[in-house]
């Protein structure tokens, strides 16, 4: 991340990951979707992190894809223009195959992301807060899924998990149409947890990341946000199984003693992640 267009940092338990090219209201080119997902496998792995903050620089989350970029995935664009979409990563075969795409790998991620959306949220800048387990947003910030109005296909998976957010009527409307909505109306459709006001948007969104990171076992938090993603390809028995099979995981942690103890002693728990 030498290119610094990532930034991140750690406080608190909580990573926060930075889109930082504010000029180009975070629009995505190459370097940034490789070092965002960098910058995404360092929090996973840095025990110091519990929680992680997605959130852009300047006034703008994410406007989509660079210009350059799309110019690239074209072919007119100049030699040294990289597409994204020939962006490959390697692939686990102990993770789902469905979790390890070019730019909706999220879900892969064990810990809980949030996505602190700071404003303008368009095309691959609305997948990446799409795929985020937790959406805070300004209540002046605006989305659009406008790829039919740009003579694009519904890019990068977000005609499988807007359904999934907005349920198939609103998402529908809301991608065949490419209009943009305010954060009001993307709270009321589902895109979205929380429209708060601009300035009370990080007060909030790092006091219910606190709280996560303080009171949510670790262990348990990363087992859950797998239950939660592989539930889109279980049936209600498979589930049941996983549930199971977790169970029996977390029952063996110093944690889940500790969650107990904390509770009967009216305190706040000190878990260890093991």
Avoid at 21 to 31: F, G, T
Avoid at 89 to 106: C, E, K, M, N, V
Wanted: a neutral charge; aromatic letters at 8%.
């Amino acid at each position: 991340m030498t290119d610094r267009c990532i930034l991140y940092d750690v406080a608190e338990r909580i990573g926060t990951i930075t889109l930082n090219r504010p000029e180009q209201h975070n629009a995505v080119n190459y370097e940034l979707a490789e070092s965002l997902r960098e910058a995404m496998l360092r929090a996973d792995a840095d025990e110091s992190v519990r929680v992680i903050v997605l959130t852009g620089a300047g006034k703008s989350f994410c406007v989509g894809a660079d210009i350059s970029a799309i110019q690239a995935a074209a072919g007119a664009a100049p030699p040294q223009a990289r597409s994204l979409a020939s962006l490959k990563w390697p692939l686990d075969s102990a993770i789902r195959h469905d979790f390890q795409g070019t730019h909706t790998y999220f879900p892969m991620i064990g810990k809980p992301i949030i996505c602190m959306i700071n404003g303008a949220t368009a095309g691959l800048g609305l997948v990446y807060a799409a795929f985020c387990d937790i959406r805070f947003s300004a209540d002046d910030s605006v989305f659009a899924a406008a790829f039919v109005r740009r003579g694009l296909a519904a890019e990068w998976g977000s005609a499988w998990i807007l359904p999934k957010l907005m349920g198939h009527a609103h998402a529908t409307e809301f991608l065949l149409s490419g209009r943009k909505i305010k954060a009001p109306e993307a709270r009321e459709l589902g895109l979205i947890n929380r429209s708060i006001p601009r300035e009370d948007l990080r007060e909030a969104t790092y006091a219910y990341a606190r709280d996560i990171a303080t009171n949510c076992a670790p262990v348990a938090l990363r087992l859950q946000k797998r239950q939660i993603w592989e539930s889109h390809f279980q049936t209600l028995g498979e589930s049941n199984m996983m549930f199971k099979e977790f169970t029996q995981i977390v029952l063996a942690t110093e944690d889940v003693r500790e969650a107990t103890s904390s509770f009967i002693e009216k305190r706040t728990p000190n878990f260890k992640g093991r």
